[in-house]
C-alpha cells in the first residue's frame, strides 16, 4: 500500500527475528488477501542478523527496529498495537503464513457481536511436521468453532477447566483495538502473553473465539532443548496466573497419558515400522522433557537464559 490511510481496518503485526525463509512465506501470503478490508502491516524486528531485515523492506510495510534486550512477548506487541491504525489488531508471528487469501477476511467477521474481545486461527501443520506435534495440534486446532465466555459458568468449574477457557494463540489472533487499550498485554510476560491476556478479558465479561476458517500453515518440531524450554516458561506462567501447585504423581500420570496417545496415533498412520519405532522412542524422551521442564519451571523465578 503506497499511501497512507487515515483510518484502516486492520493493522497486522509482526514481530520478527532471524525469520528467513519464513517471513517472505508470511508477506506474501498477507498481501494475497482479499481487499475488502483496508490493513497495514507493521514489522518489529529485534536484531535479524540474516537477510530478513533486506527481504522485510521489499513488502510494502513499515518496519520498526529494535534492539534484542528491548524485545518481550507482550511488551513488543504492546509497541506495535500504539503505533497501529487499525480498528483491529491482527498479531502473526514470522512463522505462521496466511493459508489462503480469506485468512484475515474470517478472523475480522466476528466481530459483529461487540463483546467479542479477541479471534485466533486455527493451524494447519507444514509439511514436515513430524508425528508428535501433528497429534498435539489436530487435537488442539479442531475443524470446530468454540466461543468461550464465563457468562453463565459456575466459578468452580471455571477454575477447574481454566486452560480450555483461556486457550489463545498470538501465532494468528485478532484483537478489538479499544478492547486493547483497556486490558493490553502483559509487558513483562516471559510466556503464553496470549493466554494471559484471554484470561483477563474473559474475566472481564468480553468473550473470545477460535474461528476454525481463518487457517496459517504452523507447526513446531521442537529439540528436546526446546521443549524444555517450552515447557518451563510455560510452567511459570501456570503459577502467575493460575492456582498450579506442584504434584509429581500428577506429572508422572500426564507422562503416562500423553506417551499412550502418541504411541496410539503412530501405531494408527501409515508410517514405516523404523518410522514408528523411531517416534515411539522420541516420545519418551520428549514428554519426559516436558514433564521435568513443568515440574523445575514451578520452582524457580526466572526462566534459564537461551
Known sequence: MNEILESIDVSIIIPVKNGMPDIEKCLSGIFRQKKDLSYEVIVIDSGSVDNTVETVKKFPVQLVVIKPEEFGHGKTRNLGADLAKGTYLVFLTQDACPVDETWMENLIKNFNDDKVAGVYSRWIPKEDCNPLE???????????KEIRTIEGINKDDYLKYI???????????????????????NDNAIF?????????????????????????????????????????????????????SLNPLYHLGVFIFLLIEDWLFILRNKYSFLKKVKWMIYSISLNSTAQLSVFLGALRKTSPKE
Do not use: C, M
Open 192 to 244: 503464553a502473553e496470549d493466554q494471559e491476556w484471554a484470561k483477563e478479558v474473559i474475566e472481564a465479561g468480553y468473550s473470545v473465539i477460535y474461528e476454525p476458517e481463518s487457517k496459517v500453515y504452523h507447526s513446531h518440531n521442537d529439540s528436546l532443548k526446546q521443549r524444555f524450554k517450552r515447557g518451563f516458561d510455560g510452567a511459570q506462567f501456570l503459577r502467575q496466573t493460575t492456582k498450579y
Open 134 to 144: 501433528l497429534r498435539r495440534i489436530s487435537e488442539a486446532f479442531t475443524p470446530i
Open 163 to 185: 486452560d480450555k477457557f483461556i486457550h489463545f494463540s498470538n501465532v494468528s489472533s485478532a484483537l478489538r483495538k479499544n478492547v486493547w487499550k483497556k486490558i493490553p498485554f
